[in-house]
């Protein structure tokens, strides 16, 4: 009975062993397809990684890559499913960025706010949490004022880095020190931006967009931030 005992935990672990080689081999095969701009690779590699170890890695890197392929809506799943594993307020504060980029290029603003304060709740030193945090608010407050029946809907900026932003880009130098100030849930509506300042502001996101873009397919390692995989 002994002998059983002892061979079936040997089983066990040598199993365990293995998975976690094979999900590790996945991993950085992911990573490097990844920093190539072969982000549909990458996808699938992060993918059987996470058939063999499924956790906060595996979800947050495919999340990144279906982002970059500018699937936004499939990359929130994978962001919501990291956090269920996510085991410090640094790994949580990074899914819920991404999670609010992929909300805002969805044009879900209402959920892009909340994912952008819940990251900023984690990290309140985040900058760009907080920049596009008021970003998704502005936006959600001016729905109401963008559904002319004449004028046709403004296009939507490319999709962005990965995991990066609709409005501010890649978060790996951040600094502040201010915490965030909670916007009061009944404030008054900020005033109603013109055809031209709407225009301006379109263009500052998609060149944001760009810049982020850019600044994730150069990204030399994982691990830093969102623009890279974890």
């Known amino acids: 009975m002994k002998a059983t005992t002892a061979i079936f935990i040997f089983k066990l672990t040598f199993v365990s062993i293995l998975n976690a080689q ?7 095969k992911g990573d490097a397809l990844y920093r190539d701009s072969a982000f549909a690779e990458a996808e699938e590699c992060y993918r059987k990684a996470g058939e063999w170890k499924p956790g ?13 392929q500018g699937r936004a809506g499939e990359a929130a799943e994978h962001y919501r499913r990291s956090l269920n594993s996510a085991v410090d ?4 504060s990074r899914a819920y960025f991404n999670l609010g980029n992929a909300y805002f290029r969805s044009g879900d603003y209402a959920q892009s706010t909340e994912a952008f304060r819940d990251a900023l709740v984690r990290n309140p030193d985040d900058e760009d949490a907080r920049a596009n945090y008021a970003m998704a608010r502005r936006k959600l407050i001016q729905q109401p004022s963008q559904e002319p029946r004449s004028a046709p809907p403004p296009a939507k900026a490319n999709e962005s880095s990965e995991n990066e932003t609709p409005p501010s880009g890649s978060k790996e130098n951040r600094k502040s020190k201010t915490r965030p100030t ?4 009944n404030a008054s509506p900020e005033p109603k931006l013109g055809d031209d300042q709407m225009d301006q502001l379109f263009r500052l996101v998609e060149r944001q967009d760009q810049m982020t873009r850019q600044k994730l397919q150069k990204a030399q390692a994982p691990g830093t931030h969102t623009g890279k995989p974890w």
Request: hydrophobic share 25%; no cysteine.
């Open 182 to 185: 909670p916007a009061p849930e």
């Open 56 to 68: 906060f890695k595996t979800h947050y890197n495919t999340g990144n890559s279906l982002y970059l």
């Open 89 to 92: 307020p640094e790994q949580q």
């Open 22 to 28: 094979d999900a590790g081999h996945f991993l950085r």
